[in-house]
């Protein structure tokens, strides 16, 4: 049975046959590493993996939830303490409490809700999970809020629920996408918009190194602390230098003496990679996969190069692609240190990727990757 259906035959069973279903999408990211925090922009999709969320507004003041993938119920009043909860249950929680604190009172509700997004995968469940209840909470309760309000609420939700302190791109691609295409995110202003993603004989396919190092936080960090050292220093002499955003790649070499050669490494990339999401862009525009996918190479490149957050198992599955006849692009995807690798690989050709992936994978780590084809979707809405 499809997810969707088994949320709806879940909700049924349990609270009867008066609801609504909403989705929200987990996204992927085409390219624009590691940029949204420095003020650049980023290449994001929904996706066609999805929470499915069925839901009935009811009287009193106690909400009922059930995960259908945790088979678990939870009930609460608004006062509860929230570190009594379930881990899944903070992200509805959260998403109601920061609609609270915008003056939007959600009355009680009753709710089934699963997926088809891998978790933890880095294709962002979590936002996925947070939008949809924004999303449906708005709908029911004629709260009037726009889609990108909706989408910082998630946010709010994790950064104050779930303690992740992320950026918006994941909400933002959750709520906003639009099937056939990615979105170009100003991570600066917020504006966005859409380009066709038309790949024709090509598909995506993501790779996952089932791995997360667990220095993946501390080194998020310490990057992030890179990339404002360097931008504090080369704005000595120009004060218009506020982020990375700021600065062409080819005028961070000239700061190599001032920075030191790790922020100079650091900085080149970032810089380079912010230019790269609008030349893709304009590669998408033109047709041009071939470039989009040599693009995509460049990016790991640089993420391992220079970022320094790949770790063996994404190398070794870049690397690997890059030697297979009609894959046009590889390339770690998320914030490093593990999840997937993106592929853009001719449809044909995707047996022989999974094949030979999956050996040489084996026999260097002793486990098998995961395997995920997906498409864009649309954003967060209501199914009718
Ligand atoms: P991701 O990269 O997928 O966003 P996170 O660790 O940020 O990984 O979020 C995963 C968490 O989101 C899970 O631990 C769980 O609490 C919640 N979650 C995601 N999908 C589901 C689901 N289908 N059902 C219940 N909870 C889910
Ligand atoms: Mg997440």
Redesign the pocket.
Known sequence: MKKKDQVIAAFEHKYGKEYRVFFAP?RINIIGEHTDYNNGFVLPAAIDKC?YLAIQPIAGNTTYIH?V??DEEVSFTLDVDHKTLP??AL?PFGVIKELQKLGKNSGAFRAA???D?????????????ESVFATALNSLFDFGLDKMTLAKTGQMAEHNY?G?MCGIM?QFASIHGKKGHVMKLDCRSLEFEYFPLELGEYELLLIDTRVKHSLASSEYNSRRKDCEEGVMIMRRDNSQRKSLRDIRSKDVITFLGSIGEQVYMRCQFVTEEIERVGYTCESLLEGDLEQVGRYMFETHEGLSKLYHVSCPELDLLADVAAEIPGVLGARMMGGGFGGCTINLVKSTEVPVLIETTRKKYLDAFGKEPEYYKVNTGDGAGEII
């Open positions: 987990g929470i995960s993938d945790f881990h899944w992200y809700f699963g997926g997004i891998p978790e933890g995968a880095g294709l962002s469940s979590s936002a996925a999970l779930a992740v994941d």
